[in-house]
């Protein structure tokens, strides 16, 4: 299968700063990449899918001003929590589908922390 | 508003046991029906997929699909511990270049 990666894989930061989580498909390209919020005890949730070149689309309830998304080439896309806060605390998760399988692979994880 | 709706146990079952895992869903349009492995702390990954009414098997695994009762299974024969994890039920309404909606997940327990 492949490969998928995420980084960092884990971070903790103050209340109000940026965090930017980078995506990346090791050895395919990714026409579609997607990211996920898992919390504690919960499901995972689309949070928003991004395709390369384009705006990325976002689930009812989650804000495009917040939840920053970059999918600038087929190999790459960056989540950036703006202004984080506690609640923002949670575990991200992205996948990327490639035109050549018929699923999507999913990176490792980020582990955000907001003090 | 598309639901996934699973069990969320814990589903102990002994070792060597077939264990049974279920999963329904809301939307009549869902084509794709996925099972994930979830250890605790780590990302989903696939243990198998499945588009069309009736049985896949891979292995120790087996889902089964029924579009007319929107209901997926998974069946896990000759369970390991390594088995233990939770199984998260996913489905969207194409292929892969669609995002999956996914069930809360069922914690199995294998005991030894």
């Known amino acids: 299968g492949a490969v998928v990666s995420q980084h960092p894989s884990r971070v903790i930061c103050k209340s109000g700063t940026s965090v930017k989580i980078e995506c990346r498909s090791l050895d395919f390209q990714a026409t579609t990449m997607f990211w996920y919020r898992q919390f504690p005890k919960q499901s995972l949730m689309l949070m928003a899918t991004s395709n390369e070149g384009s705006k990325a689309t976002y689930e009812q309830g989650v804000e495009k001003d917040k939840f920053l998304i970059n999918h600038a080439s087929l190999t790459l896309s960056t989540l950036t929590v703006t202004s984080a806060h506690p609640e923002d605390s949670s575990f991200y998760i992205c996948?990327?589908?490639?035109?050549?399988?018929?699923?999507?692979?999913f990176g490792p994880g980020t582990r955000l922390t907001v003090l | 508003q598309k639901e996934v709706e699973q069990n969320s146990g814990p589903l102990s079952v002994p070792e060597g046991a077939i264990a049974s895992l279920n999963c329904t869903y809301s939307d009549r349009g869902s084509q794709s029906f996925f099972w994930y492995r979830q250890y605790s702390g780590k990302s989903p990954e696939l243990i198998m997929s499945?588009?069309?009414?009736g049985d896949k098997e891979d292995g120790r695994f087996t889902a089964q699909l029924n579009k007319a009762s929107q209901y997926v299974s998974l069946l896990i024969r000759d369970s390991q511990p390594s088995d233990s994890a939770t199984y998260l039920c996913?489905?969207?309404?194409?292929?892969?270049?669609?995002?999956?909606?996914f069930g809360k997940g069922t914690h199995l327990i294998i005991q030894p």
């Open positions: 996948s990327a589908f490639g035109q050549s399988y018929n699923e999507q692979f």
């Open positions: 499945i588009y069309s009414n």
């Open positions: 996913a489905v969207n309404s194409g292929g892969g270049a669609d995002g999956l909606t």
